[in-house]
């Protein structure tokens, strides 16, 4: 199944979701929000609200309970269906978490991206968040080959095989658990793209595009904001 959406500024692009992985997880989903924005320093409402975020969810979660929270299980057990282990390979959420329960913290980035780990880390949804001129031609959700790398925001190379993987036309760029240097968001005035991952029912991933359209808003002041649901 496609969809063409139209993204900010104009740009047609079809999103699809390939066969294969929906005969393995159909319950399979992608929330999409398309915005233009300035980047900029982590600062002000965003971090402040982050910190916050993170302050409390220290005081609520011990790491062994963190699988239990619903979207982190879903996309477990999706990553078991297609073959890769979720221990091994944490979802970004996941990993978040546990980082902020240790007592770890996370890294400060930019605006955009903070808002992406927020978001994350309050529902338990993976997201990638990625520069849309940085992405060529059509958009595809696949399972990656087994062996499959690419080089990763801070790493070399991320084992990407038997993971939920966006494709373009130059290759993969974004996963649940790590995104491509390729397509990342740098400081500027940029048309971005975020995609929440889901395994859940539409119902609840349609309140979390509307929930972070809101957080857009609220904390960065992003008022023109397209949305998709694909699944």
Sequence with gaps: MMKKIKADGGRAMKISISE???RSCPGIGLGILYYTMEVKGSEGPVREAFDRTAALLAQRYQVSDI???P???ETREA????GKAPSTYRNSA?????????GKGLYYINNAIEINNLF??????SLGTYDLDRIEGDVELRRSPEGEHYRGIGKEAVNIGCLPVLYDAQGAFG???????????????????????????REELERAVEEYRALLQELCGVEDVTTEILQ
């Design 20 to 22: 294969e992985i929906r």
């Design 67 to 69: 699988v239990n929270n």
């Design 71 to 73: 979207h982190i299980r």
């Design 79 to 82: 990553y078991k269906a297609l």
């Design 94 to 102: 996941e990993a978040m978490l546990r980082r902020i329960a240790q």
């Design 120 to 125: 994350s880390v309050k529902t338990g949804y």
């Design 175 to 201: 996963n649940p658990t790590s995104d491509s240097r390729r397509a990342m968001i740098t400081d500027g005035v940029r048309r971005i793209m975020t995609v929440i991952y889901s395994f859940a029912p």
